[in-house]
């Protein structure tokens, strides 16, 4: 399955806690060198948050939301599964208000599916990709909640 995703960077996901907040940065050794990929008018996604339901992956866009450009109007986009057959053109129209001054991303779980897997490694080559996982018996508990 790694292979899939070829030449994709490390991301380096902190988790901070202060005064009862929990906070997460994104960062990476080139950062400062590296070009977001732009389609048409638009940026698209430098980094994704991917993992199977119930591994946090809702607390991790919110935590985002402060430090880094989301989705315009929804929380995830399913572009790479659900909607693909609308074109990157629909895609990137979501990423309408990134200025490129913060980072760009999408949390969403695009982690199983490999059409999936192929069209992000296609579309966003030089992607980071944050994994969300959960111990399986807590994953089982939130599920029978």
């Not at 929804?74 to 572009?79: A, G």
Request: charged share 25%; aromatic share 12%; proline share 7%.
């Amino acid at each position: 399955m790694l292979e899939l995703w070829g030449n994709v960077s490390v991301v380096t996901f902190r988790l901070k806690r202060r005064a009862g907040r929990a906070r997460a940065s994104i960062s990476s050794a080139s950062e400062s060198s590296r070009t977001l990929p732009i389609h048409g008018r638009y940026r698209l996604p430098d980094f994704l948050g991917v993992g199977p339901a119930r591994t946090g992956t809702t607390w991790l866009h919110q935590v985002l939301e402060s430090g880094a450009d989301l989705p315009a109007n929804v929380k995830e986009t399913q572009f790479f599964t659900r909607y693909y057959h609308r074109g990157i053109d629909w895609y990137a129209h979501h990423f309408r208000r990134a200025c490129g001054e913060r980072p760009i991303g999408e949390v969403c779980p695009y982690f199983n599916p490999p059409a999936a897997r192929r069209r992000i490694k296609l579309h966003l080559p030089d992607c980071r990709i944050i994994c969300t996982l959960r111990d399986p018996v807590d994953r089982l508990y939130s599920h029978y909640k």
